[in-house]
């Protein structure tokens, strides 16, 4: 059991710093979708989106040590949201893409940042 709780703790460190840098870069993604498209911006589109898989499948393994209160959007509600950008990527409908990240995505991954933070000093014991 330690062994698990220790991986945990692992994820849950790398998780909150590799958000650390994919937040802004869905920030700057979204500049860029919103009207200052650059020519790579599908390359960094599909980056930030492989990021978010990332993230989301590291937050479905350890949610058992998060304190979900911290997160403020529910997983079925996160799964109608994530559905709804990938239709939007499909369609390749950037300004819909953009809202779904501004309003739903990066502050869930603002809070998940903040919830594995606390949840890895705690195991931590800092």
């Not at 492989?50 to 989301?56: S, T």
């Amino acid at each position: 059991m330690d062994h698990m709780q220790e991986e945990k703790r692992e994820a849950l460190q790398a998780l909150e710093e590799y958000l650390q840098k994919l937040v802004p870069g869905m920030a700057t993604l979204c500049g860029e979708l919103k009207g200052s498209r650059q020519p790579d911006t599908d390359v960094f589109q599909n980056q930030c989106m492989d990021g978010l898989n990332w993230a989301v499948e590291v937050y479905n393994r350890v949610s058992d040590v998060l304190d979900l209160e911290r997160i403020h959007i529910s997983k079925q509600e996160m799964n109608g949201q994530l559905c709804a950008l990938g239709a939007a990527i499909r369609d390749q409908e950037d300004r819909t893409i953009a809202e779904i990240l501004e309003n739903t995505i990066m502050p869930f991954l603002k809070e998940l940042g903040a919830a594995a933070r606390q949840a890895a000093a705690s195991s931590s014991g800092e």
